[in-house]
């Protein structure tokens, strides 16, 4: 490992930190290196806040050193006016005089203009430093931009013998099929993505909140499908602990908008695009990830219209014997672990 990929590898990882509250921005890490010592670091603040490159060049305690230091970066410095003014202007403002970038930004508002405006500076700069592994890691931000949909997690529990609900049940309530560590586990997902996505029949049978209780964090938006809008207005998903948008067939506004609901039209009739028209929704409203818990028919469409890039999958100990089968897909198997009894699989769509 090169000296610039080891400091490169330290910004991915501060980057972290800003999961699950920087969307839709990047969760960038940036680090400010002055004689091989790492004199400031910064990652990306909640949503509207300072950008990784402002917090890092703010953390420097003497800020005369910033004229001799380098600047490394996950993710190119942005050129235009947002929430906050440019981080290259900032970057240019306190002379810095070389920059080291893990990947180029590829949205239109930035890619390569950052770059451009840093070396007509008189800046140094480099590019493409541990670019796959920068990549990955801005995942969500890259496929928002690239793709022009969310980046698609599902999720779903099953039983040892392959159902995720059993036949018939007694209370309107989930059946739990894997452990509490396994459930403690799933929270923390919610808290790291922009939204959560469930079909009617998920929430007529079990009557799910979906938000986060089990971890800290801010709870995602809420997405359910709901054709004819049959649900109850007092189910879980409408109460006011996340903003819930609900996407009908029929656009009937006076029944569901309020301040914490919204209703979104498109066509079921249009079944072979049901998940792309879904996916247009969500771009649309500026979500860049989001994870689809069930049920079996709604995840069977994102996956038979190819829309979808990791399956998290857990499987209990239990037997149903009978029920809703799990859903099928085919995928890469890149992690798999024990969590207690469950086993958790986690497959990537290539």
Not at 49 to 68: C, D, F, T
Request: charge should be positive; hydrophobic fraction near 35%; proline fraction near 4%.
């Amino acid at each position: 490992m090169n000296i610039h990929e080891k400091y490169i590898k330290r910004c991915i990882e501060i980057g972290k930190n800003g999961l699950g509250t920087t969307a839709p921005n990047p969760m960038v890490g940036c680090v400010i290196v002055y004689g091989q010592e790492i004199i400031g670091e910064g990652f990306t603040s909640p949503y509207g806040g300072a950008h990784a490159e402002v917090n890092a060049i703010s953390s420097v305690k003497v800020q005369s050193l910033l004229k001799k230091a380098t600047l490394y970066v996950t993710l190119e410095p942005c050129a235009h006016f947002g929430k906050t003014p440019p981080c290259a202007d900032a970057i240019i403002k306190f002379k810095i005089p070389k920059v080291v970038i893990g990947t180029i930004d590829t949205f239109n508002k930035v890619s390569g203009k950052g770059v451009e405006k840093l070396k007509a500076s008189g800046c140094e700069v480099i590019v493409g430093v541990l670019e796959d592994e920068v990549k990955k890691h801005h995942k969500r931000f890259f496929t928002f931009h690239n793709k022009k949909r969310p980046y698609i997690i599902l999720k779903w529990a099953e039983s040892a013998d392959g159902f995720i609900s059993p036949h018939t049940k007694d209370e309107l309530k989930p059946v739990w099929i894997t452990n509490e560590i396994s459930r403690q586990l799933v929270h923390k997902w919610r808290a790291e993505e922009q939204a959560i996505l469930v079909g009617t029949n998920t929430v007529i049978a079990d009557n799910p909140s979906l938000t986060v209780r089990d971890w800290t964090g801010k709870s995602p938006i809420r997405i359910v499908l709901d054709k004819n809008l049959r649900l109850p207005k007092n189910a879980s998903v409408f109460n006011e602990k996340a903003k819930t948008i609900l996407i009908s067939e029929k656009n009937e506004k006076s029944t569901i908008g309020t301040e914490h609901r919204d209703l979104e039209f498109l066509s079921w009739n249009l079944k072979e695009i049901l998940a792309q028209q879904i996916c247009t929704i969500l771009f649309n409203r500026d979500i860049n990830s989001v994870i689809i818990e069930g049920g079996r028919q709604t995840l069977q469409t994102f996956i038979d219209e190819n829309l979808w890039d990791e399956a998290r999958i857990f499987t209990g100990t239990n037997f149903f014997t009978s029920g809703t089968k799990a859903p099928h897909l085919s995928g890469t198997l890149t992690f798999e672990e024990k969590i207690l009894d469950d086993t958790l699989k986690i497959y990537t769509n290539d």
